[in-house]
């Protein structure tokens, strides 16, 4: 048996568990077909009491696109990730994910968004009494799959984020750098469909900083949707030599696609 929400192929003790999942996404008639846009806002507005911060905000991220976001501190970067991936409500327009508006979303929904957006956070968070690689298998071990992290899987990402000397420490134990590379393997253990990365290389030197950009320019060769917000100028020249890489500005509360100058 397969599952029709994935299409992986179902061993008898997973059946429940995704065909559960399957049908969440058939209530909601979340396309399960290749090629929808995988996040999509439209005319979209955001406020946190004030005045507006984003204004007529529309975005559609194809799957396996490469966007980087720019724009100047308290432009609202953040802001639109946690738009992306439905930790805020647009106070107008639409945010649709995966074909579906955040606003009809329960509980049961935004557990499977979660599964398929891997989210690297500006402040990034870890449990503090669980050693590193604990917390980087967190997002497996909680779905159920930690036999995935006894794999090699786990080994390899830490490895490739340069953190397997330091997988028995505890996150206060962490440089600032550190933090974001386990931030970063943390977002990518579950595979996720889309990775949306806040500032992933802010505290990291230019050849760490290169190296986490070559996994995510791998991810998106093997499919995934990249969003990244940075400030780093030469990080976004440095992806255009490998993927075609759009680069979105926020200025004036408005997106804007930035120009090939960049
Ligand atoms: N929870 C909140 N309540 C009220 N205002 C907020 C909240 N979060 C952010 N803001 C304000 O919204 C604006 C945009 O913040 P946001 O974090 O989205 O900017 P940013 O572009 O990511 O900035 P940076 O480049 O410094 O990370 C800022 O002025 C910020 O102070
Ligand atoms: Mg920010």
Avoid at 120 to 141: R, Y
Wanted: hydrophobic share 40%; charged share 25%; net charge neutral.
């Amino acid at each position: 048996m397969s599952c029709l929400h994935t299409g992986k192929v179902l061993s008898e003790g997973e059946g429940d568990k995704w065909c559960i999942e399957s049908q969440a996404v058939l209530r909601h008639n979340r396309p399960v077909k290749k090629g929808a846009i995988v996040i999509e806002l439209e005319n979209v507005a955001y406020s946190y009491g004030g005045g507006e911060l984003l204004s007529e905000v529309s975005l559609k991220l194809a799957p396996g696109s490469f966007h980087f976001l720019t724009g100047p501190s308290g432009a609202g970067k953040t802001t639109l990730m946690k738009l992306c991936y439905g930790a805020l409500l647009p106070t107008a327009g639409y945010v649709r994910l995966f074909g579906a508006d955040v606003r009809g979303l329960d509980r049961d929904d935004i557990a499977i968004v979660r599964r398929r957006v891997g989210v690297v956070h500006q402040d990034v968070k870890f449990l503090d009494h669980l050693a590193v690689s604990d917390n980087i298998s967190l997002p497996l071990t909680v779905s159920g799959r930690a036999e995935d992290a006894a794999g090699g899987d786990l080994d390899e990402l830490m490895n490739w984020v340069g953190l397997t000397n330091r997988a028995d420490a505890l996150p206060p134990e962490l440089s600032g750098g550190e933090r974001q590379r386990a931030a970063l393997a943390r977002a990518v253990i579950m595979s996720p469909d889309v990775v949306l990365a806040d500032e992933p290389t802010g505290n990291v030197d230019w050849e760490m900083s290169q190296r986490l950009l070559r996994l995510l320019i791998e991810l998106n060769k093997m499919g995934k949707t990249v969003l990244i917000a940075t400030h780093d100028l030469g990080l976004i020249r440095a992806t255009k030599a490998h993927v075609q890489a759009r680069v979105l500005r926020i200025s004036n509360r408005r997106i804007q696609l930035a120009g090939a100058d960049l």
